[in-house]
Nanobody, 122 residues
């Protein structure tokens, strides 16, 4: 099994910054993509940013230029640096990863973290 544990959420004022982290642990042979999603109250979960094993990144239009996703493969960790935060960024942020658990297992399984709350106050 694989566990994803997020940290770094909290309460911040408009225009402030937060840096989220998500560490993967457990049965890991390799990690393909790592991503961040968010879900605001009453809304569907949406993709925020994704980074591939080749460090290709993609962002939702709403966060381009403000958020930066990065990863440390040695630590199996993905980060989300969030700057110029807005009230509409308030949500529970979830980590997501595609993990290959062993040399024998050819497929990648999708895993989710438990989420971390980000609240931007005006």
């Amino acid at each position: 099994q694989v566990q994803l544990v997020e940290s770094g959420g909290g309460l911040v004022q408009v225009g402030g910054s937060l840096n989220l982290s998500c560490a993967a642990s457990g049965r890991i042979f390799s990690i393909n993509y790592m991503a961040w999603y968010r879900q605001a109250p009453g809304k569907q979960r949406e993709s925020v940013a994704i980074i591939t094993s080749g460090d290709t990144t993609n962002y939702a239009d709403s966060v381009k230029g403000r958020f930066t996703i990065s990863r440390d493969n040695a630590k199996n960790t993905v980060y989300l640096q969030m700057n110029s935060l807005k009230p509409e960024d308030t949500a529970v942020y979830y980590c997501n990863a595609g993990v290959r658990e062993s040399l024998i297992t050819m497929r990648y399984s999708n895993y989710w973290g438990q989420g971390t709350q980000v609240t931007v106050s005006s």
